[in-house]
């Protein structure tokens, strides 16, 4: 650790003087130099004249390792390609990265083990709000950097926490309110997986559509995590004939619903679904054929049209691999590094408490989704986007909200 | 239930006993290879799963020549019969390698093979990579039967039926009407007698458990056309398999097929009538019931211990 003293100011000052007049003719990255250790990190983190550390902290191993993968992947390129672009405040970024296993409390144990030993300037990781709840104590307790990028069901905040996905109303209202007018659904069956995630999504879900939509849930039903057989809820769904099936089935049972509803004679041509738990890298394991024609409330596609995406898949697929597919989440995930950067050079510090409290308000405007913008409450403006699936596994955006508040304590929602 | 006319409610009870037959099929063709080795051997195969997910992995990669050959309406037979020889050969070199040495020490073939489960596991991670994937199927397996404009079979249904059906037929003759199977009985009942009469019974070990791990191989296979391939998709029938197996009576077949079909039927029901979740606790609770008061399961096996 460095500490500030007079020789290393004298030199601090001089390189910044010289830094200072080459500015004005090249306008060169921030320098290290334009800001001393001992001035960018009072709080003991693991920053050096040249180097900052921070954590990935995803399951590499494990259950989860199907969805967190694309993550953790998406969070190196970002790095890469901020360290390419000289660091942060003249700093390269070192990668310290653990595994959560798929196992909530080692979530909590490695964050304690990369906030504590390893002194991380922040943190990119977590997936499923169960990792995120193990882990938050942790880092609120040491006052870490979190930035969490999955959607989720809302019901959270927290100072040591940005969440780069969205909150669950920012997924779920302007969906159901574009099916509704775009298919003139009046009734609607709910199927999710039976945990946190889906049962809060569905309660969301059923209020606005008997409230705000005049329709009518027909059916509401909760899967247990890895169940494979539907025959009978796909009876029952045939009897009810509802307008639009909305789903937020998740894993493995997610492939095996769309497999056995197309066997069971429900494919797009007979039955409307909008489903929040289905981004590309879900229909990988899918399959195209089983999906084409359902729509996805998400708010980032890969086939989105704009310079910032296409440069954003191309390098993906370069550092990655040519099959590779980027979901919302990844997406989400490829944020957390850019919006860490932005907050620390506003801040002109490495602070923990100095970097959260820049980053709100802070516009990214071309992020790969298009512009998002970071609430007061930690978590991001965006926009929802419908996808409707094609057969080769990527979707066609049909639909573009306005930009959506986020708000994760719905009022009248709960 | 009065909304619904007398078509649409026959419609409804004639494609929901399809789909109880269709569980049923599912149910039995996981347990099928556990009955054979827990059944005959009494190892906990732990590994059960993952012995599907070879059978699974080894079906995607035929679909993936395949399609490169544009042979698709084909392979599926043939990646079914692979699936049973790679996962038999796979169980023959594990009973060598290391379940053999356990036969004494039941506790410990149920440690021994969970952890074969995680390294199975973490080498399907390591090869095929942690994302879910699925094999491309032929389109004779793909959509539905319709009898009438409004029922609906799921023809891959039908196909693990009649797979189902094949698979305990054949592992019915392999065990009552070959020399094999004779030997393999003859070895359950008595180990040393069966020794003494000149069976050798460390071979007869070896080729049961190898059936039992290829039978998961088969229907790992055919679960490729209902539902998805990951590392771990294998945990997701483990407790399934032993339920049905623990509830028919481990050392019967017949207990195995009666166990399969009662319990498909109840969840079946339950769970159109209740809630999906609710179906399964409520199907768990019967099966815990009768395990109460049966405790060797329906069909108790008769020999003597």
């Known amino acids: 650790m460095t500490y500030f003293n007079r020789r290393r100011f004298m030199t601090g000052m001089g390189a910044l003087v ?120 942790v880092f609120e307790k040491e006052n870490g950097l979190l930035f969490y990028p999955t959607f989720y069901e809302g019901l959270e905040q927290s ?165 590779s597919v ?89 | 239930m009065f909304d619904y006319s007398m078509a649409e409610i026959g419609n409804i009870v004639v494609m929901q006993g399809f789909s109880g037959i269709s569980l049923f099929s599912v149910l039995l063709l996981m347990a099928l290879g556990l009955a054979v080795i827990f059944g005959q051997m009494g190892v906990i195969n732990m590994a059960h799963g993952e012995f599907m997910a070879l059978g699974a992995y080894t079906t995607v990669l035929f679909s993936q020549v395949a399609v490169s050959y544009d042979i698709v309406s084909y392979y599926f037979i043939f990646a079914i019969v692979a699936a049973f020889i790679v996962a038999f050969i796979v169980g023959y070199l594990v009973e060598y390698g290391l379940i053999r040495h356990l036969y004494k020490r039941p506790l410990d073939t149920l440690l021994a093979t969970w952890g074969l489960s995680l390294i199975m596991q973490q080498t399907f991670r390591s090869i095929f990579g942690a994302k879910e994937v699925s094999a491309t199927l032929p389109d004779w397996l793909l959509g539905s039967f319709q009898p009438t404009p409004d029922i609906d079979i799921p023809i891959n249904g039908v196909f693990v039926l009649v797979l189902a059906a094949v698979v305990t037929v054949g592992v019915y003759i392999f065990m009552f009407r070959s020399r094999w199977g004779l030997r393999m009985r003859a070895t359950v009942q008595n180990r040393i007698m069966a020794g003494a009469v000149g069976i050798n019974t460390k071979k007869v070990d070896r080729v049961t458990f190898a059936l039992g791990c290829g039978i998961a191989g088969v229907a790992g296979a055919a679960f490729t056309t209902i539902a998805s391939t990951g590392p771990t998709t294998g945990s997701l029938y483990i407790v399934d398999s032993f339920m049905v197996v623990v509830f028919g009576g481990a050392a019967s077949l017949l207990g195995t097929i009666a166990s399969a079909f009662g319990i498909a039927q109840a969840q079946s029901i339950l769970q159109f009538f209740m809630t999906s979740s609710m179906g399964k606790v409520a199907t768990l609770m019967v099966i815990v019931g009768i395990l109460m008061m049966r405790p060797e399961g329906l069909f108790a096996s008769k020999l003597r211990k």
């Open chain 1, 18 to 137: 010289g830094a200072l007049l080459t500015a004005g003719i090249m306008s060169a990255p921030s320098m290290a130099a334009d800001f001393p250790t001992a001035k960018v990190n009072t709080t003991k983190l693991a920053v050096t004249d040249k180097t900052v550390k921070v954590g990935i902290l995803h399951s590499a191993t494990g259950t989860m390792a199907i969805s967190e993968t694309g993550s953790i992947q998406a969070e190196k390129l970002a790095i890469a390609q901020i360290n390419a672009m000289g660091g942060v405040l003249g700093r390269k970024i070192e990668v310290i990265q653990e595994d959560g296993a798929s196992d909530w409390p080692t979530f909590a144990e490695k964050s304690k083990k990369l906030l504590v030993n390893d002194k991380v300037a922040t943190v990119f990781g977590c997936w499923t709000s169960a990792s995120r709840k193990a882990a938050l104590p």
């Open chain 1, 159 to 323: 100072k040591n926490v940005f969440y780069t996905g969205q909150e669950a109303t920012q997924q779920i209202l302007a969906g159901l309110d574009w099916i509704a007018k775009e298919k003139k659904a009046k009734t609607f069956y709910l199927i999710g997986s039976d945990y946190i995630w889906p049962r809060t999504s569905m309660k969301i879900a059923r209020k606005h559509i008997e409230q705000h939509l005049g329709g009518k849930v027909v059916g509401e039903e909760y899967i247990a995590l890895g169940d494979t057989q539907f025959g009978s809820v796909i009876n029952k769904i045939k009897l009810k004939k509802p307008d639009v099936i909305y789903a937020a089935v998740v894993g493995g049972s997610n492939v095996a619903w769309f497999k056995q509803l197309n066997a069971a004679g429900l494919n797009s041509s007979k039955q409307t679904m909008l489903t929040i738990s289905v981004t590309e890298d879900e229909v990988l394991g899918i399959g195209g054929e089983n999906l084409a024609g359902f729509y996805s409330a998400m708010k980032y596609f890969q086939s989105q049209k704009n310079p910032s995406n296409e440069k954003f898949v191309a390098e993906f697929k370069k550092m990655w691999g040519p099959k």
């Open chain 1, 326 to 414: 980027i979901g919302d989440v990844t997406q989400a995930a490829y944020l957390g590094p850019w919006l860490w950067k932005a907050a620390v050079e506003r801040a002109g510090s490495f602070d923990v408490d100095k970097v959260a409290a820049a980053l709100p308000g802070y516009e990214f405007k071309d992020a790969p989704e298009g512009y998002v913008k970071v609430d007061a409450n930690h978590h991001l403006w965006s926009k929802l986007r419908i996808g409707k699936w094609r057969t080769d596994g990527q979707a066609d955006v049909v639909f573009e909200s306005e930009l959506i508040a986020p708000d994760p304590f719905p009022k009248g929602y709960q």
